[in-house]
């Protein structure tokens, strides 16, 4: 699939789940809110903690080291103290193959 990597499995991400790849030498999150994926940077905004070692709850993610919060399906900041929104990362699943667009 042109311009897109493969990054896994979609059973590699449960449902609530989410696990960090990397895509073209970058960390990228990949949560799966109710068996849709989505993907954003894991390195978070405010000063670059990761993301994938933080809480998801529904579709909000917080960064365990100052609590930033973000939106998964759109990278917005929820909660500071960020205040710039995550880059976000386009996800195709094909059979059971997970690929996310490279930026």
């Known amino acids: 699939m042109e311009g897109f990597e493969e990054v896994g499995k979609i059973s590699d991400v449960p449902a609530g789940a989410?696990?960090?790849v990397k895509v073209a030498g970058v960390d990228v999150m990949v949560a799966n809110l109710d068996g849709k994926l989505y993907a954003?940077?894991?390195?978070?905004t405010h000063v670059g903690g990761p993301l994938?070692?933080?809480?998801l709850v529904g579709s909000v993610v917080q960064c365990p080291w100052h609590g930033s919060k973000f939106d998964v399906k759109t990278g917005a900041v929820v909660a500071g103290p960020?205040?710039?929104p995550?880059?976000?990362f386009q996800v195709k699943v094909e059979g059971s193959t997970v690929w996310?667009?490279?930026s």
């Not at 954003?40 to 978070?44: G, H, L, Q, S, T």
């Not at 994938?52 to 809480?55: D, F, P, S």
């Open 40 to 44: 954003i940077a894991n390195k978070c």
């Open 18 to 20: 989410m696990k960090v």
């Open 52 to 55: 994938g070692g933080g809480k």
């Open 82 to 84: 960020a205040q710039k």
């Open 100 to 102: 996310i667009k490279k």
């Open 86 to 88: 995550e880059p976000t």
